[in-house]
């Protein structure tokens, strides 16, 4: 079974940046669509960005177009997403997914990792 672990949360002032991970052992994270949500306390999860399978086309949520960007690294099995020009609202558990469309709504992913803490505070 795919198993994702997120790593590179951490504290970070307003208008700072910060860079999540999402990396995989055993399978090949090219085989999937990945996608990166978060959840705030008391708020539904929401999805942030997801790029297809094998790279190539994006998507973003509006909330944070310009200023995400979701990438991945082939050698290391790894897929990004660096975050610029943080704002408190973006604070939250982040958590990537893989599953075989890239889409922003949950259901459609089927692996999930453990989730990364963002703060976004002075």
């Known amino acids: 079974q795919l198993q994702l672990v997120e790593s590179g949360g951490g504290l970070v002032q307003p208008g700072g940046s910060l860079r999540v991970s999402c990396a995989a052992s055993?399978?090949?994270?090219?085989?999937?669509?990945i996608g990166w949500f978060r959840q705030a306390p008391g708020k539904e999860r929401e999805g942030v960005s997801c790029i297809r399978r094998g790279g190539g086309s994006t998507n973003y949520a509006d909330s944070v177009k310009g200023r995400f960007t979701i990438s991945r690294d082939h050698a290391k099995n790894t897929v990004y997403l660096q975050m610029n020009s943080l704002k408190p609202e973006d604070t939250a558990i982040y958590y990537c997914?893989?599953?075989?469309?890239?889409?922003?709504?949950?259901?459609?992913?089927?692996?999930w990792g453990q989730g990364t803490q963002v703060t976004v505070s002075s």
């Open positions: 997914a893989a599953g075989r469309r890239c889409e922003l709504r949950p259901y459609e992913y089927e692996y």
């Open positions: 055993r399978f090949t994270l090219d085989y999937y669509a």
